[in-house]
């Protein structure tokens, strides 16, 4: 069984907006930090983390997505989501969520594709 899924990706133009969605088993949501993140075409296996949410709410982002990516948690649904404003094109990539704040993470889920044209 799954333990974190992602779904609410597509094909957005260009200054559109998304939201992400991260449903998360529960052991694992109650437990830790969240995070996103996003690996970019053409660079396998790099993922880079976007932003992460603790258990308390606070959240941390990184500079290229500052002021257009919220990220969020849902304690009584186990999901965190992820609202992208102000879509670029260079935000295409396939978003993941996992933990955050950790020297490990659990095995990733399938994503969900990402698509900003011009």
């Known amino acids: 069984q799954a333990q974190l899924v992602e779904s609410g990706g597509g094909l957005v133009q260009s200054g559109g907006s998304l939201r992400l969605s991260c449903t998360v088993s529960?052991?694992?949501?109650?437990?830790?930090?969240m995070g996103w993140y996003r690996q970019t075409p053409g660079k396998a296996r790099e993922l880079v983390p976007i932003?992460?949410?603790?258990?308390?709410?606070?959240?941390n982002y990184q500079e290229f997505v500052k002021g257009r990516f919220f990220i969020s948690r849902e304690n009584a649904k186990n999901t965190v989501f992820l609202q992208m404003n102000s879509l670029k094109p260079e935000d295409t990539a396939v978003y993941y969520c996992?933990?955050?704040?950790?020297?490990?993470?659990?095995?990733w889920g399938q994503g969900t594709q990402v698509t900003v044209a011009s």
């Open positions: 932003a992460s949410i603790a258990r308390d709410g606070n959240t």
């Open positions: 996992n933990v955050a704040g950790r020297n490990y993470y659990y095995e």
């Open positions: 529960g052991s694992i949501f109650r437990l830790n930090a």
